[in-house]
Structure formats: structure tokens, C-alpha cells
């Protein structure tokens, strides 16, 4: 059975950085095919995409977000962190991580529950 | 940057079939991807590659693709399927994923 759990601060301030982790179980990223990504979602608005990492450490970026986002992968510890600079009240949302694999293309096929971030001074 | 373009809502009554579609100039060369999403829960995966169905999705929902426009059809559309859904895409390089902006169901 596959998980995952988002983690990190709830409340950032303005121009702080923001770290997420999210912590996975039931499958392992060094496994051909697999991916893990990001997506978050304002209050009432729309989802979001803003990275994804593959399991040979091939990583893609939110044309918008690129240049503040930065995404790793931990295969030992089965996580995977999101960094996102210079934050901005327009960037207070729910943030999701999710499993993809290839087989089901770029799907993401399970979702985190989600952590809310709000940013505030 | 890309778009995909999805209409707002949609309206339907029970037992109706509901239409959400899917609009970008790279759906011809790119899968597209649909996702479920009730208020308060993580989005679920409906459709993935078009028109396939992952397991333990009804067999009401179905996807398919025509041109620059995709889209997923909800037969005989029961009340628990009042949600927002989004579809997703790849750019026409596959270098980076987008979502519509979310078509919120309404079974009247």
C-alpha cells in the first residue's frame, strides 16, 4: 500500500524559505519508472503543478516557480524535499506530494493529504 | 508558459451524462489526465492516458481525445459525483505538467 505525508511549517513569513518534506512508504524512488511531485492549491482556486523527481534523478520545474523551487530526493530515508525561496502571501495553499509512475504516464496515480502553508508576517 | 482551458462549471441532472472538456494545442501530442476532487480531500485520479481507468474507478467515467481537445464524459452521473475536476498535460516538449483551472460538477 502506498503512502505519502507532506510535512513542515504551517505559518512562513514573507520572504523566508520554505521547506516541505514528504515522507513516503509502499514503493521505493530507485525503482525505474517512479516519480514523486509536488502540487499545491490556494484557498478556493485551482491546483497547481510545480515539480516532479524521477527515480534516475531527472527533475522538472514549474516554468513560473523554476527559478525559486528546488527539488531533491532522500532514497535511503524515502523522501523527498521541496524547497521554495522568497515566499509571498500568494503563495498561501495547501501543498500535496504524490506518486506517479510511468506506466500510468505522468498521472499522478496517489496523493498526500496535503499541508496547508500560510504566509504571513 | 501552456495552458489548458476547462469551462467553469457544468450542470447536470441524476442519471444524466456530464461533459467536461479539456482544451490545449499540445493534447494532440501529450496524454491527458483527469482528477476528482470533493471539498476538503486530496484529488484522485479518474482517467489517466486519455481514456484508461485505474482500479476502483466506475466504469461510468470514461476520457477520450480529439485534436486539441479532450474530454470526460460521467454517465448516468450519480450525486456523490458533484466534485471539481481537473485535467492535467504535459507542453508540447513533455518538459514540464500543467492543470486546467477546474470544472466544478453540479448534479442538480
Known amino acids: 500500500q502506498i503512502t505519502l505525508k507532506e510535512s513542515g511549517p504551517t505559518l512562513v513569513k514573507p520572504t523566508q524559505t520554505l521547506t516541505l518534506t514528504c515522507t513516503f512508504s509502499?514503493?521505493?524512488?530507485?525503482?525505474?519508472?517512479?516519480?514523486v511531485g509536488w502540487i499545491r492549491q490556494p484557498p478556493g482556486k485551482a491546483l497547481e503543478w510545480l515539480a516532479l523527481?524521477?527515480?534516475?534523478?531527472?527533475?522538472r520545474y514549474s516554468p513560473s516557480l523554476k527559478s525559486r523551487l528546488t527539488i531533491t530526493k532522500d532514497t535511503s530515508k524515502n523522501q523527498v524535499v521541496l524547497t521554495m525561496t522568497n515566499m509571498d502571501p500568494v503563495d498561501t495553499a495547501t501543498y500535496y506530494c504524490?506518486?506517479?509512475?510511468?506506466?500510468?504516464?505522468?498521472?499522478?496515480?496517489?496523493w498526500g493529504q496535503g499541508t496547508m502553508v500560510t504566509v504571513s508576517s | 508558459s501552456y495552458e489548458l482551458t476547462q469551462p467553469p462549471s457544468v450542470s447536470v441532472s441524476p442519471g444524466q451524462t456530464a461533459r467536461i472538456t479539456c482544451s490545449g494545442d499540445?493534447?494532440?501530442?501529450?496524454?491527458a489526465y483527469w482528477y476528482q476532487q470533493k471539498p476538503g480531500q486530496a484529488p484522485v485520479l479518474v482517467i489517466y492516458?486519455?481514456?484508461e481507468r485505474p482500479s476502483g474507478i466506475p466504469e461510468r467515467f470514461s476520457g477520450s481525445s480529439s485534436g486539441t481537445t479532450v474530454t470526460l464524459t460521467i454517465s448516468g452521473v450519480q450525486a456523490e459525483d458533484e466534485a471539481d475536476y481537473y485535467c492535467?498535460?504535459?507542453?508540447?516538449?513533455?518538459?514540464?505538467?500543467?492543470f486546467g483551472g477546474g470544472t466544478k460538477l453540479t448534479v442538480l
Open positions: 504524490a506518486h506517479s509512475i510511468a506506466a500510468a504516464g505522468d498521472a499522478f496515480d496517489i
Open positions: 509502499g514503493f521505493s524512488l530507485s525503482t525505474s519508472g517512479v516519480g
Open positions: 492535467q498535460s504535459a507542453d508540447s516538449s513533455g518538459t514540464y505538467m500543467v
Open positions: 523527481i524521477y527515480w534516475n534523478d531527472d527533475k
Open positions: 499540445a493534447l494532440p501530442k501529450q496524454y
Open positions: 492516458k486519455d481514456s
